[in-house]
């Protein structure tokens, strides 16, 4: 299991741009697949984004093109640049082992309105 910490979301209006940031109390060397997942109001939790110890990245269709993950190894770090936000990204973002997301964090709560 991974504990994690996420931070950096706030009030943007549309088209703006947030960096969200993961901290993993475990060693991200021994976590193949990272993800972050968002949680609109009334919606379920969906993965936005992931990535592998490689660096390999996926992202879902309505982020592509606007989201980019990394991560730190080193650091124990994973982050979320995104950019052109919209108001359907609103919503409560986690990050998380993607092949074990058994633990969640608290979240970071991300508004895109004007």
């Known amino acids: 299991q991974v504990q994690t910490v996420e931070s950096g979301g706030g009030l943007v209006q549309p088209g703006g741009s947030l960096r969200l940031s993961c901290e993993s109390t475990?060693?991200?060397?021994?976590?193949?697949?990272m993800g972050w997942y968002r949680q609109a109001p009334g919606k379920q939790r969906e993965l936005v984004a992931e990535?592998?110890?490689?660096?390999?990245?996926s992202y879902a269709d309505s982020v592509k093109g606007r989201f980019t993950i990394s991560r730190d190894n080193a650091k124990n770090m994973v982050y979320l640049q995104m950019n052109s936000l919209k108001p359907e990204d609103t919503g409560v973002y986690y990050c998380?082992?993607?092949?074990?997301?058994?633990?969640w964090g608290h979240g970071t709560q991300v508004t895109v309105s004007s």
């Open positions: 475990r060693s991200l060397f021994s976590i193949s697949v």
């Open positions: 990535i592998t110890i490689g660096s390999g990245t």
């Open positions: 998380n082992d993607k092949l074990d997301p058994t633990t």
